[in-house]
């Protein structure tokens, strides 16, 4: 895996503020008020737009309806719809049909959609309006708007996404990352920036230096989770976290939904809307999957049945099967299997059962439990799972 040019360095970290000595000025956060269009849809159709057509789920408390164009972004300025359609984009993609409406009600957002989605604009534009709603940047004021990115390539193309939307509202754009000079970067946060782009790393760096502070940071985006956690950012991003009021709005980014993003989401938002892009059951990063065609379910039981030996060894198996009686069949043969093979004794002892609906719950739950308890027998004895 690729480290980052900062990724290395043993880093000191910043202690947190204490925001509550603070006197942090009240802001805006509510730019949002659903168009008649979208609340003239009815329910059904409004589902099924979502599911079928966008293919996104939504969590959370009090979600907003997902739209079908950027009118319906009813936040946008005149300027940002102009800068919009002059850039030939017709309508939202999915994770911007449901992710926009959500950050432009303020709300604190983690959207998981695939790499090519339109994630950028779906934090860019509701930060320009997010922005555009407060007093300007004086010298010596932090940027109100802060995107963090795990590298510089990722936080140059934000920048350049960024600057074209935010340039007809004449709102100043910067990123900063490691490996481009400290002076000039130093000068240019001084002189006052609206949305800072940043590495955590070198923001990390600038905020000890002083060169910056983010006590106007009303807005905190954090893109590529996932990756931030590949890269080893996790102690610099919660020590910059630690520097932003905590009532800020959060928006989230990711392509996968590992374990560690949920726990980073838990953190950082406050009553959020979660928002999933793509078919649902999309694979996990954690699970390695290898798929093997086969021609039909004798091929299939004569693969099973030579691998079995060697996965046992390893693990425990789960066959899935697609009707009762294909269980209990396969769960039949294969204990034949073991009894009848020739090899038995040099096989490792293996159990097999057989679990379907036409079993009592009783059954089922007793046969899960030595599943289960197997499994806990064979970590003991330093097994692998
Ligand atoms: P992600 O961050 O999800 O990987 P990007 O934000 O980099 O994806 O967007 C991928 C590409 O899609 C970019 O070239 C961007 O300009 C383009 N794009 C974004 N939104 C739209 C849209 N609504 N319609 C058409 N193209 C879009
Ligand atoms: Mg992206």
């Not at 730019?31 to 609340?39: I, K, Q, R, S």
Request: include cysteine; charge should be neutral.
């Amino acid at each position: 895996s690729r480290v980052g040019p900062e990724g290395k360095k043993a880093m000191e970290v910043l202690p947190p503020l204490d925001h509550s000595s603070i006197d942090y000025p009240p802001f805006r956060k509510c730019f949002y008020e659903e168009h008649p269009e979208v609340t003239g849809m009815d329910w059904e159709e409004m589902l099924r737009y979502r599911e079928e057509e966008l293919q996104v789920q939504v969590e959370g408390r009090e979600s907003c309806r997902p739209i079908v164009s950027f009118k319906h972004a009813t936040g946008f300025s005149e300027t940002l719809l102009r800068e919009i359609v002059k850039r030939g984009f017709e309508a939202p993609t999915p994770i911007q049909a449901q992710a926009l409406p959500l950050a432009l009600a303020g709300r604190d957002v983690l959207g998981i959609a695939q790499t090519g989605s339109g994630k950028t604009l779906a934090f860019v534009w509701p930060a320009i309006v997010h922005l555009m709603d407060q007093a300007h940047i004086k010298r010596g004021d932090g940027p109100i708007v802060l995107i963090l990115a795990p590298t510089r390539e990722l936080a140059s193309q934000i920048y350049v996404e960024a600057t074209k939307f935010s340039k007809p509202h004449s709102a100043k754009v910067a990123a900063i990352f490691g490996g481009a000079g400290k002076w000039e970067q130093t000068k240019l946060l001084k002189e006052g920036v609206e949305i800072l782009v940043a590495t955590p790393g070198r923001l990390l760096e600038l905020l000890k230096t002083k060169a910056t502070n983010l006590k106007r940071c009303t807005l905190l985006v954090l893109d590529e989770a996932d990756r931030m956690f590949d890269l080893g950012f996790e102690a610099q991003l919660h020590s910059v976290l630690g520097q932003i009021r905590p009532d800020r709005q959060t928006l989230l980014f990711s392509a996968t939904f590992k374990r560690k993003v949920e726990k980073l989401a838990n953190e950082v938002l406050r009553d959020p809307v979660r928002v999933v892009c793509g078919k649902a059951g999309q694979a996990n990063e954690d699970v390695k999957q290898e798929v093997v065609v086969l021609p039909n379910d004798e091929a299939k039981y004569q693969w099973l049945a030579h691998r079995l030996p060697g996965l046992v060894r390893e693990g425990k198996v789960l066959v899935f099967v697609s009707s009762k009686q294909g269980c209990e069949e396969l769960a039949g043969r294969l204990m034949m299997l073991l009894q009848g093979d020739a090899r038995a004794s040099c096989l490792p002892p293996w159990k097999v059962e057989a679990l379907h609906g036409d079993k009592d719950q009783h059954e089922r739950s007793l046969i899960m439990r030595r599943f289960k308890q197997q499994q806990q027998q064979q970590q003991g004895e330093g097994g692998k799972e």
